[in-house]
Nanobody, 120 residues
Framework: QVQLVESGGGLVQAGGSLRLSCAAS????????MGWYRQAPGKQRDLVAF???????NYADSVKGRFTISRENAKNTVYLQMNTLKPEDTAVYYC??????????????WGQGTQVTVSS
């Protein structure tokens, strides 16, 4: 049984910062990529960023230069540092882990989501 426990969401003013954390536990031996998605009300769930076991990263264009994803392998934890937040960043943020193979990612497990609200 794999569990992903997220923390760090909340309410912040535009221009502020938040740091999300996600700790994975259980049998995750076939996992080599960790990431974050977000879903705003009435919209689809979109990729925010992911990081591979080799520390290669990928970001959505909308967050490049503002968000930084990192991981701490010893703790099976992934972080998302979010700076210069905008109201359009308001969404539920989901942590996910999976397998990157052949240039494609299969996301196998998801967290419960954490709300991020940015006020203008």
């Amino acid at each position: 049984q794999v569990q992903l426990v997220e923390s760090g969401g909340g309410l912040v003013q535009a221009g502020g910062s938040l740091r999300l954390s996600c700790a994975a536990s259980g049998s995750i031996v076939s996992i080599n990529v960790m990431g974050w998605y977000r879903q705003a009300p009435g919209k689809q769930r979109d990729l925010v960023a992911f990081i591979t076991s080799g520390d290669n990263t990928n970001y959505a264009d909308s967050v490049k230069g503002r968000f930084t994803i990192s991981r701490e392998n010893a703790k099976n934890t992934v972080y998302l540092q979010m700076n210069t937040l905008k109201p359009e960043d308001t969404a539920v943020y989901y942590c996910t882990i999976g397998l990157l193979m052949g240039g494609a990612v299969r996301w196998d497990y998801w967290g419960q989501g954490t709300q991020v609200t940015v006020s203008s």
